[in-house]
């Protein structure tokens, strides 16, 4: 949007994110703040911020722009559009219609508490993820003595999935986890071996194998 003068800008309208905070939307605090019956269901509101996460931690800009399209298609058809607030990195989803050309009008906005604001810098982990990031680096390690390093690559990039989407040990994972894993954040976002991407689902199961060997996992 071109920047204008002030004038320019009191017409048009401002910024999405200078609306919201200029009409009052209530701060983020990690959860997505609905107001009462909310109109994008908690699972969408869920789903965008997943797949927002998954954008910004692609190794890959194909397959960010991927996440983003998808999330994007999604909170469209409860005709509300999604955007990420830098400097407090925040996921925004607010009414389709309270924008005109990509700029809010403040004469549209009647109820603030339709926005939905979702925090994507969630809590300060600190240390808990210092114990999981310990826990997965041992099953890592064990997986490298018993099955070698081809498995050990795997797993590796398992535990990151784990331990930067889930803040969860590996053996913990779920079979919903797994799949996510398997299916959508290995392709886009690990540059395996030809032998690795062949054995990725055997790595992932040798993970139960050596779960009773590592303390703590």
Same mark, same amino acid.
């Given at each position: #949007?071109?920047?204008?003068?002030?004038?320019?800008?009191?017409?048009?309208?401002?910024?999405? @994110?200078?609306?919201?905070?200029?009409?009052?939307?209530?701060?983020?605090?990690?959860?997505?703040?609905?107001?009462?019956?909310?109109? !994008?269901?908690?699972?969408? /509101?869920?789903?965008?911020?997943?797949?927002?996460?998954?954008?910004?931690?692609?190794? /890959?800009?194909?397959?960010?722009?991927?996440?983003?399209?998808?999330?994007?298609?999604?909170?469209?058809?409860?005709?509300?559009?999604?955007?990420?607030?830098?400097?407090?990195?925040?996921?925004?989803?607010?009414?389709?219609?309270? !924008?005109?050309?990509?700029?809010?009008?403040?004469?549209?906005?009647? @109820?603030?508490?339709?926005? !939905?604001?979702?925090?994507?810098?969630?809590?300060?982990?600190?240390?808990?993820?210092?114990?999981?990031?310990?826990?997965?680096?041992?099953? /890592?390690?064990?997986?490298?003595?018993?099955?070698?390093?081809?498995?050990?690559?795997?797993?590796?990039?398992?535990? @990151?999935? #784990?331990?930067?989407?889930?803040?969860?040990?590996? !053996?913990?994972?779920?079979?919903?986890?797994?799949?996510?894993?398997?299916?959508?954040?290995?392709?886009?976002?690990?540059?395996?071996?030809?032998?690795?991407?062949?054995?990725? @689902?055997?790595?992932?199961?040798?993970?139960?194998?050596?779960?009773?060997?590592?303390?703590?996992?």
């Amino acid at each position: #949007m071109p920047e204008g003068n002030e004038y320019e800008r009191e017409v048009r309208g401002v910024d999405a @994110d200078e609306a919201l905070d200029a009409a009052g939307a209530p701060d983020a605090d990690g959860s997505p703040d609905v107001g009462g019956a909310p109109e !994008v269901p908690e699972a969408v /509101v869920d789903e965008a911020e997943r797949l927002t996460r998954l954008a910004e931690e692609a190794a /890959v800009e194909a397959a960010a722009n991927a996440y983003r399209e998808h999330r994007d298609e999604l909170v469209e058809e409860h005709d509300f559009t999604a955007r990420v607030r830098e400097e407090d990195d925040t996921l925004v989803l607010y009414p389709d219609e309270w !924008v005109d050309e990509g700029v809010v009008q403040f004469d549209r906005i009647e @109820d603030t508490d339709r926005a !939905v604001e979702v925090s994507l810098s969630g809590p300060d982990h600190g240390a808990d993820w210092e114990s999981v990031e310990e826990a997965n680096q041992a099953v /890592v390690d064990a997986v490298e003595a018993r099955f070698g390093p081809e498995h050990a690559a795997n797993v590796r990039a398992f535990a @990151d999935f #784990m331990g930067n989407h889930y803040l969860k040990c590996i !053996v913990d994972a779920t079979p919903g986890e797994r799949e996510e894993f398997l299916t959508e954040y290995y392709p886009r976002n690990v540059w395996p071996s030809k032998e690795q991407e062949s054995i990725v @689902d055997e790595s992932v199961d040798r993970v139960a194998d050596v779960s009773d060997d590592v303390p703590g996992a």
